[in-house]
């Protein structure tokens, strides 16, 4: 498997980054999904769809919308992550990304599969060879890029998040950028700090901007940080996918107590099937509010506070290479606490005494390990 991937990555010039410096990137062993499991989750996403694509869905969650979201630009979001865990009862519908990483990275691991496990052909069940994969992922953006351009040539594209570089899956916007160059579309690489405006048109690196392969978590671009490129996205100048519209249909948290409201979704009109699929599969959610937790009265021990359950430590070095070990521990809340209190809204330290060598910009998120 690693000589697999060492020659596929080496033949894309990523060989010596991605295995040395990123040896977590890839798991060490396969893992294989049921095609009864498959089949689940593929009808679950034909049901999000279903509903996604109804007014009442629509009127609901524009009510916790930010203004960004409100503007519609014509792409519907592009690449989505639907991210199941498997359950007892099947598989568990816990989150959709609008800005998922991974999928050129497993079309890599994918002939990786193919050219050390032949033997292990039959149980490898992807929807299609790797080649194809990759050219339906370009298909999603040049889809994306059609729904606001109509027929005008996509000539030029910047993958967009903060520090690039810096990032863990930076690897993979190498390979987009790849897959773009390949296929005549200049391409770079960029902070969002690094947009411009020139001549009527929105640049960086010196070079035009047509359309944004948006990695950025700042899914509403509100931070100052985003400013100029909600500006060109408001402004219709660049077309941005994934884009904050798309995260409003799709990714904001809140959705899932939509799709998991029986009486959510009958109002909606759908079916029958519709609703049983979903609501089978979207565990129960509900927005929470701040709320302080008593955890010593004699009704805890006896509650689902009192079972065994992972908590992750939140600490100063970020280990990739022992997440687990390193940043998670068994708790029982009513053994170790008083009480709990969610707080729904918080916001950063700031230090006092702001001297010449303090930055308002965001520390890379595996600081300071430096991976």
Same mark, same amino acid.
């Given at each position: 498997m690693r000589r697999g991937l060492e020659s596929d990555l080496g033949a894309r010039g990523l060989s010596d980054m %991605?295995?040395?410096? /990123? @040896? /977590?990137? !890839?798991? @060490?062993?396969? %893992? !294989? $999904?049921s095609r009864e499991h498959i089949d689940s989750m593929t009808r679950v996403i034909g049901a $999000?769809?279903? $509903? $996604?694509?109804?007014?009442?869905? +629509? /009127?609901?969650?524009? &009510?916790? &919308?930010?203004e960004s979201?409100? !503007?519609?630009?014509?792409?519907?979001?592009?690449?989505?992550?639907?991210d199941f865990h498997l359950g007892p009862t099947g598989p568990q519908l816990i989150e959709i990304n609008t800005n998922p990483g991974g999928?050129? +990275?497993?079309t890599v691991l994918g002939r990786a599969h193919r050219s050390c496990c032949a033997d292990a052909a039959g149980l490898a069940m992807q929807p299609m060879e790797a080649d194809a994969i990759e050219e339906a992922l370009f298909e999603v953006f040049t889809a994306e890029w059609r729904l606001q351009r109509k027929d005008a040539p996509l000539k030029t594209l910047a993958i967009v998040d903060e520090a690039p570089e810096q990032q863990y899956l930076y690897p993979e916007f190498l390979l987009y950028r790849q897959l !773009? @160059?390949?296929r005549g579309i200049k391409t770079t690489i960029c902070d969002p700090r690094e947009l411009f405006r020139k001549g009527g048109r929105w640049w960086a690196q010196n070079e035009p901007v047509d359309f944004v392969y948006n990695r950025l978590t700042d899914f509403a671009l509100e931070q100052p940080a985003q400013a100029a490129l909600r500006e060109a996205y408001l402004d219709g100048e660049v077309v941005v996918s994934p884009n904050p519209?798309? /995260? %409003?249909?799709y990714a904001d948290k809140r959705n899932l107590t939509l799709l998991c409201d029986g009486l959510f979704l009958r109002s909606t009109g759908v079916s029958e099937a519709t609703m049983s699929t979903l609501l089978a599969a979207v565990p129960r959610t509900e927005i929470v509010t701040r709320f302080l937790l008593p955890l010593r009265d004699d009704a805890a021990p006896r509650s689902p506070v009192a079972l065994p359950r992972l908590q992750r430590a939140i600490g100063v070095i970020y280990r990739p290479d022992t997440e687990r070990q390193s940043h998670y521990f068994y708790t029982r809340l009513a053994q170790q606490f008083d009480a709990m209190i969610h707080i729904d809204e918080t916001s950063a330290l700031e230090p006092l005494d702001v001297g010449q060598v303090w930055s308002d910009r965001e520390a890379p998120k595996t600081f300071p390990s430096g991976i």
């Amino acid at each position: 498997m690693r000589r697999g991937l060492e020659s596929d990555l080496g033949a894309r010039g990523l060989s010596d980054m %991605m295995v040395q410096t /990123h @040896s /977590h990137l !890839f798991a @060490s062993v396969p %893992m !294989f $999904v049921s095609r009864e499991h498959i089949d689940s989750m593929t009808r679950v996403i034909g049901a $999000v769809e279903t $509903v $996604v694509a109804t007014q009442p869905y +629509l /009127h609901a969650t524009r &009510a916790w &919308a930010p203004e960004s979201a409100l !503007f519609d630009p014509g792409p519907r979001g592009g690449l989505l992550g639907y991210d199941f865990h498997l359950g007892p009862t099947g598989p568990q519908l816990i989150e959709i990304n609008t800005n998922p990483g991974g999928a050129l +990275l497993n079309t890599v691991l994918g002939r990786a599969h193919r050219s050390c496990c032949a033997d292990a052909a039959g149980l490898a069940m992807q929807p299609m060879e790797a080649d194809a994969i990759e050219e339906a992922l370009f298909e999603v953006f040049t889809a994306e890029w059609r729904l606001q351009r109509k027929d005008a040539p996509l000539k030029t594209l910047a993958i967009v998040d903060e520090a690039p570089e810096q990032q863990y899956l930076y690897p993979e916007f190498l390979l987009y950028r790849q897959l !773009f @160059s390949r296929r005549g579309i200049k391409t770079t690489i960029c902070d969002p700090r690094e947009l411009f405006r020139k001549g009527g048109r929105w640049w960086a690196q010196n070079e035009p901007v047509d359309f944004v392969y948006n990695r950025l978590t700042d899914f509403a671009l509100e931070q100052p940080a985003q400013a100029a490129l909600r500006e060109a996205y408001l402004d219709g100048e660049v077309v941005v996918s994934p884009n904050p519209r798309a /995260h %409003m249909r799709y990714a904001d948290k809140r959705n899932l107590t939509l799709l998991c409201d029986g009486l959510f979704l009958r109002s909606t009109g759908v079916s029958e099937a519709t609703m049983s699929t979903l609501l089978a599969a979207v565990p129960r959610t509900e927005i929470v509010t701040r709320f302080l937790l008593p955890l010593r009265d004699d009704a805890a021990p006896r509650s689902p506070v009192a079972l065994p359950r992972l908590q992750r430590a939140i600490g100063v070095i970020y280990r990739p290479d022992t997440e687990r070990q390193s940043h998670y521990f068994y708790t029982r809340l009513a053994q170790q606490f008083d009480a709990m209190i969610h707080i729904d809204e918080t916001s950063a330290l700031e230090p006092l005494d702001v001297g010449q060598v303090w930055s308002d910009r965001e520390a890379p998120k595996t600081f300071p390990s430096g991976i």
